[in-house]
């Protein structure tokens, strides 16, 4: 199975600051169509989850513009630019190109 | 508008069966695949399997496979999850999500979930 590996796995940020989230897969997400399908997810507490971001760096609708995505390959960030108070919670990033699709552990993004 | 409600949660003792259904609207289930994903308390979320539009291909994570069931009746608009056998670590919140295949549409909706405990 594809590991997806996130850090840090903890991320204290002072409001209106950037963060940042890594996320690496222990192969390729480059799928033979070309394709690399990589999502992201806001989990908020006591919330089911949220797509925030799908293949890299298409935002959904209704997802602030302050959040990003980028990378290719195997590396992959999420950004947001300037956070806010309603960002608090658990944001995994999961690869869907290799079966069975597998999830990152998991950030915890909290207000320091 | 999409949503997604899942039900039939509840306690079970291993070795027990239980079947959760989740009922979909503001869409037609016919032209998604559908996925459940499960989330062990304090875990990370871990997919369950996943059903074509059709109900022609189903996948599931090895762990479950063999134990667990995707089935879908689009007439009904609705998705379920048959599990026998079941183990203290199948212990989880369940949720269903629409997508499952390689599209834009992967898990792009959730339900809220519905807790399975296997306890004796």
């Known amino acids: 199975d594809v590991v997806m590996t996130q850090s840090p796995l903890s991320l204290p940020v002072t409001l209106g600051q950037p963060a940042s989230i890594s996320c690496r897969s222990s192969q390729s997400l480059v799928y033979s169509d070309g394709n690399t399908y990589l999502n992201w997810f806001q989990q908020r507490p006591g919330q089911s989850p949220r797509r925030l971001i799908y293949?890299?760096?298409n935002r959904d609708s209704g997802v602030p513009d302050r959040f990003s995505g980028s990378g290719s390959g195997t590396d992959f960030t999420l950004k947001i630019s300037r956070v806010e108070a309603e960002d608090v919670g658990v944001y995994y990033c999961?690869?869907?190109?290799?079966?069975?699709?597998?999830f990152g552990q998991g950030t915890k993004l909290e207000i320091k | 508008e999409v949503q997604l409600v899942e039900s039939g949660g509840g306690l079970v003792q291993p070795g027990g069966s239980l079947r959760l259904s989740c009922a979909a609207s503001?869409?037609?289930?016919?032209?998604?695949?559908m996925s459940w994903v499960r989330q062990a308390p304090g875990k990370r979320l871990e997919w369950v399997g996943n059903?074509?539009?059709?109900?022609?291909?189903?996948y599931y994570v090895d762990s479950m496979k063999g134990r667990f069931t995707i089935t879908r009746d689009n007439a009904k608009n609705s998705l379920y999850l048959q599990m026998n056998s079941l183990r203290a670590e199948d212990t989880a919140v369940y949720y269903c999500?629409?997508?499952?295949?390689?599209?834009?549409?992967?898990?792009?909706?959730w339900g809220q979930g519905t807790l399975v405990t296997v306890s004796s």
């Open positions: 999500a629409r997508g499952g295949g390689r599209d834009v549409y992967n898990l792009g909706y």
């Open positions: 503001g869409f037609t289930l016919s032209n998604y695949w």
């Open positions: 293949y890299v760096s």
């Open positions: 999961m690869q869907g190109t290799h079966w069975p699709f597998t």
């Open positions: 059903v074509k539009e059709d109900g022609s291909e189903k």
